[in-house]
């Protein structure tokens, strides 16, 4: 049984998750516009990354009993001056993520919600990774600098980049 702080709290990170699914779809949508095709795939793909973050918080809660909420969040900004930006605005935020990740995790051991922890801990995972990928993008641009050849090798690179569901996924979009 989940307490009815814990599905709060739950409910909040997935209006979290649905600003972030919202802010790269924006994101991907500059990229394009910047002419970096592959950046807008990356983008893209990300989007659909965490809409399934928040189709699992979904059907956690739904599985609970719980009827969420969606609530308006402030509009997405939708300027960007370059790639680099948009990277690191991207990392910062899923740091922003990270933290409210784990500040759910340690609610849920404060609360002796073992189920809730057990299904965080695949998000505890997924941070790990997105963070990393993030370090990654930003560090090859910064070395390239201002080097059109390098953004568009690192575009192509990006462009690679494939949405693959998790297993057992309620949302393949």
Known sequence: MISKQMS???NEHLNIELF???LYLVMSS???ELGLKGAANWYYVQYREEMIHVMKLYTY??????VISITAKNAVP???????EMLQITLDHEQMITSCINNLFEQAVQEKDHATQIFLQWFVTEQIEEENNDRDLIAK???VGDSGHGILMIDGEMGQRVFVAPPGSVLAV
């Open 8 to 10: 709060d709290s739950l």
């Open 20 to 22: 972030s699914a919202h």
């Open 30 to 32: 500059c990229c394009n």
């Open 61 to 66: 809660l739904n599985e609970q009993g719980i």
């Open 78 to 84: 939708g300027k960007y001056s370059s790639l680099l």
């Open 141 to 143: 641009l910064k070395l």
